[in-house]
């Protein structure tokens, strides 16, 4: 039987690697204790500690944890998509990265209950599987026999995602605070229309369009 997904690019996700070992260093306090885990308050999501002065948190919000649980899961589905997405982004997908976390670690200044804080990378983790996705959808549209993969990973995708809309919480999380719907449907929301812009501005290098050109070439 063949691959479901042909011709994807050969590329080593090597940003998705790099910023998958600087978020393990920042957790390390999660399984060291000690000061190492002092610092984690110090970097999630305060709105009150943001507007007295310290703005790092809207984007190391997104990196930190509450648990190794939580670590585990969002850095195992982090380095995941990466895996699989990264290859048709290359060097522009930090930026993709970066712009969804500081578009989701700025929501939490909207969203977030008075004295609740926010830690978590699942929304960037629902950026990822958005614009995955995206191209995937663009494919298969293309190449029927792609819905073998596009189709349940869509499906899933929006259990997901609706899940967390309607409780507050991440599907695969036994415990949790009540934010993570929002960030994943902000996470998600952020990265089309970062595909959407892009494509607008650099038609040419549009991520879709590339990987359709491989796909025909190979």
Request: net charge positive; with cysteine; proline share 6%.
């Amino acid at each position: 039987m063949g691959d479901p997904v042909p011709n994807r690019p050969a590329s080593f996700p090597g940003w998705t690697v790099c910023l998958a070992a600087v978020i393990t260093l920042m957790n390390v306090g999660l399984f060291v204790g000690g000061p190492a885990a002092d610092m984690l308050p110090r970097l999630e999501l305060d709105p009150r500690a943001v507007l007295a002065g310290q703005p790092w948190r809207v984007m190391t919000a997104n990196f930190v944890h509450w648990g190794r649980e939580h670590f585990l899961l969002d850095v195992g589905a982090f380095l995941t998509l990466g895996w699989l997405s990264e290859p048709y982004f290359r060097r522009s997908y930090p930026l993709l990265l970066l712009c969804v976390a500081l578009g989701v670690g700025l929501s939490g200044m909207w969203f977030l209950e008075d004295r609740t804080n926010l830690r978590g990378l699942s929304g960037v983790n629902s950026g990822q599987f958005a614009a995955l996705l995206w191209i995937e959808i663009g494919l298969a549209i293309r190449e029927r026999r792609r819905w073998i993969w596009a189709a349940p990973a869509t499906a899933f995708f929006l259990v997901w995602i609706g899940h967390g809309a309607m409780t507050g919480r991440g599907l695969l999380m036994s415990s949790g605070q009540n934010v993570a719907g929002w960030a994943h449907l902000v996470g998600a929301g952020l990265a089309v229309v970062w595909l959407l812009i892009r494509a607008q501005l650099r038609p040419v290098d549009d991520v879709t369009a590339l990987a359709v050109r491989k796909q025909e070439s190979g």
